[in-house]
Structure formats: C-alpha cells, structure tokens
C-alpha cells in the first residue's frame, strides 16, 4: 500500500486533511489511482468527517483525472442528498462544459441544500455558464418549482445575456413567489437594459413584498434612467425600513443625496 493511501487511511485529522490535499499533486502519480479514487469517494460518504474534508475530497475527485471525475459524476446521482451536496461543490471545482452541465440540471433537485451548493458553484464557473448553458437557464425560468427559479434568475443576471431580458420581465411581474421576484429585479439590474425600467418602476412601487420592492430600487440605481432620482425619492417614503434603505444608497449612489 503507498504512502498516500496509508495516509488517506489516517485517524488523525490533520494527517487526513494533508493527505486529500496531495492527491493532485505530481507526487501522486505514482500511487494507486484506482485505490485513491476508491478512498476519495468512502470519504466523502463518510459523515463521521468533518464537511470541509469531504468537500475536499469532492473537489479531488473533480480535478484528479478523467475517471476520478466520473466517479465524481455518479455520487451526483446519489440517493443521499448530502453527497449530492458535497458532489455540487467538488464540481464547482472542474472548469469544465460537462461540470457546468451537471450543476444547472442539479438546480432542479429536489432538496433546497444541494440546489443552493450547485447554484454557488455555478456563480464560480459563469463565464462558463455564459458560454454554455444560457438557453438551458432560460428554460428552467419556468420551472414548476419557485426554489430552482429564483437561481436560475440570478445566474441569467450574472450571465448578463440579453436573451433574458424579456423572461425576467415577464418573472417579476407575474412569478407568485416573492423570491423569484426579487432575484428578477436584481438581475435586471446586472443586465443593464433599458427595457426593464418600466416593470422595475411598477414594482418599487407596486409590488407587495418589501423585498421586491427594495430589489428594483437596487436595480433602477445599477439603470440610471434619466428618472432615477424622482423615483428613488419617492420610495424614501415607502412604509419598509428597508425599501427606504435601499432607495437611499441609490441615490447616494447617483449623486443625489449626501452619505
């Protein structure tokens, strides 16, 4: 057994740690692949291990070799929805169109925790995302479930692409969860269009839910539109502590208002 494996094998944190750290390393390369990918995988299985050190596990797995990857793709199909978790950041890991690929699928899981890690994976690979996965992002704007919607909104935003500007419209004028509202105007803002001012006018001063209404007074700020001052005065008087915040930074932010 190699040295690298023994160490994998390790009851003292620490050793482990070091150990998950030098399996991409050119001294690895001499050890038992199969083995160490094997070892990789029962760690990041292993709940007895802190999350960092399966996390890392996870993120070898990514970077280590074409098969170590594959291994990593099938603990994406987990049944156990904390592997798939780990597996989302270790993918995170992997530039790659196939990593990009699988963590927007994953933003359709069904538990909240592994949407999130694939979502801020993919927030760490968007210029990827922005090359590949646009069209299947704008797909997913209409998926049945509000939780995968609303990452999918804010990565279309971090995507800048044009081609969202229409649906994340249409999203915060009729999406009936505040979330998806909120991220909409928020990416509305990142994509820097024209077109969006008039539904973010209707919501900052329409919308029910506080935060949506604190997201378009963020957004109509990132706009400018030669308006923004006598909107964003208008909402200092809005009944929320937050939406009055928000306005304020804006103007702040344009020139309007004293810090």
């Known amino acids: 057994m190699s040295e690298l494996l023994v160490a994998l094998n390790s009851a003292d944190p ?128 209409n998926h049945d479930v509000p939780l995968t919607r609303s990452p999918v909104a804010r990565l279309l935003g971090a995507c800048e692409d044009a081609r969202a500007l229409p649906p994340l419209v249409a999203m915060l004028q009729s999406d009936e969860n505040w979330l998806g509202r909120m991220w909409a105007a928020k990416s509305l803002g990142d994509l820097g269009a024209d077109g969006a001012v008039d539904a973010l006018t209707t919501a900052l001063k329409a919308d029910e839910k506080n935060r949506v209404r604190a997201a378009a007074a963020e957004a109509i700020s990132q706009l400018k539109p030669p308006n923004a001052d006598e909107l964003l005065q208008e909402a200092l008087n809005d009944k929320d502590a937050g939406v009055r915040s928000s306005a304020e930074e804006g103007l702040q932010t344009l020139g309007f208002a004293d810090g």
Request: charged share 30%; proline share 1%.
């Open 14 to 141: 620490d050793d482990l740690s070091a150990a998950i750290a030098d399996v991409t390393t050119p001294a690895a390369a001499d050890a038992a692949q199969d083995l160490i990918d094997d070892r990789l995988v029962e760690l990041i299985e292993d709940d007895g291990i802190s999350l960092r050190q399966r996390e890392a596990a996870a993120q070898a797995l990514a970077i280590r070799s074409d098969a170590a990857f594959q291994r990593l793709l099938d603990l994406a199909k987990s049944d156990g929805s904390n592997v798939r978790g780990i597996a989302a950041v270790g993918l995170g890991k992997s530039e790659t169109e196939r990593s990009v690929a699988v963590l927007v699928d994953m933003l359709t899981d069904d538990t909240n925790t592994v949407r999130n890690l694939a979502e801020r994976s993919l927030l760490g690979l968007v210029g990827l995302v922005r090359v590949h996965q646009v069209e299947r992002l704008l797909e997913l704007l």
